[in-house]
């Protein structure tokens, strides 16, 4: 299948109209779900997308090693690649793995500004700079505060990088608020431009959008998730 017609078919273009044309650079996207939820496949789905795009992506992580991230990277790239039928998919691995950096760090001691560091000595050395950045276990809501997410924000401004991280939900016990946002996370409204939850139900993992820009409404989209290969699809 020609490029430019994967890329269009591909359902994350449909999950990017349902959020006002995509998140958008300098923007805070957050996906909730319980452990096991789906989070980290959603996330890497994106993340692959936008290579595929010959876009770049720094990808974070405080809770995997690197071989596994790359692991996870792989199996959703093979995935999508059959899925939409993909051409010279050896050469579109070596672009995504040549377009993408990932950084692990132990969660106890990472920061803020060892992430600034980490990612000036990548763009002084390769030129490297994100378009889409995934933080994958950081920041933990529970416990941030104000200052982290305002570092965070500037970063992504800093960048001209949409930046992904995701939240948890809890069985029992969560305070939440009137859209399902858990008030830990709620706390940062004006400092978050799109909020969805994946829910697992009888063996189908449903994402909805909860919160999208500033519309009074969020789209009403109907998108899951392979419970196979993670992948984003139409219901």
């Not at 789906?38 to 071989?67: H, P």
């Not at 803020?112 to 050395?125: G, Y």
């Not at 200052?147 to 949409?162: F, G, S, V, Y």
């Not at 909805?208 to 993670?230: C, F, G, I, N, Y």
């Amino acid at each position: 299948m020609p490029e430019k017609t994967m890329i269009e078919r591909s359902p994350v273009r449909v999950f990017d109209r349902a959020i006002g044309g995509g998140l958008g650079a300098g923007n805070i996207g957050v996906v909730l779900s319980r452990n096991g939820g789906g989070k980290t496949g959603f996330l890497i789905g994106l993340a692959v997308d936008k290579l595929l795009q010959g876009k770049r992506v720094l990808y974070i992580s405080t809770k995997e090693s690197v071989e596994h991230i790359n692991d996870f990277f792989d199996q959703i790239f093979h995935a999508m690649a059959e899925s939409l039928a993909m051409d010279e998919v050896p050469q579109k691995q070596l672009q995504m793995e040549r377009n993408r950096h990932i950084l692990v760090y132990n969660r106890k001691f990472f920061s803020v500004e060892k992430l600034e560091h980490s990612a000036a000595f990548l763009a002084e050395t390769t030129g490297f700079t994100p378009d889409m950045v995934i933080m994958d276990g950081t920041p933990r809501f529970e416990s941030t505060e104000q200052w982290e997410i305002d570092a965070l924000r500037k970063l992504a401004r800093q960048w001209n990088a949409e930046m992904w991280t995701s939240g948890l939900l809890h069985r029992e016990g969560q305070e939440l608020d009137a859209r399902g946002i858990p008030t830990e996370i709620a706390r940062y409204d004006a400092d978050l431009s799109v909020l969805l939850r994946l829910a697992t139900e009888n063996g189908r993992i449903n994402l909805k959008v909860l919160k999208e820009h500033a519309s009074a409404e969020p789209a009403q989209v109907r998108m899951e998730l392979d419970p196979t290969t993670l992948l984003l699809r139409w219901q």
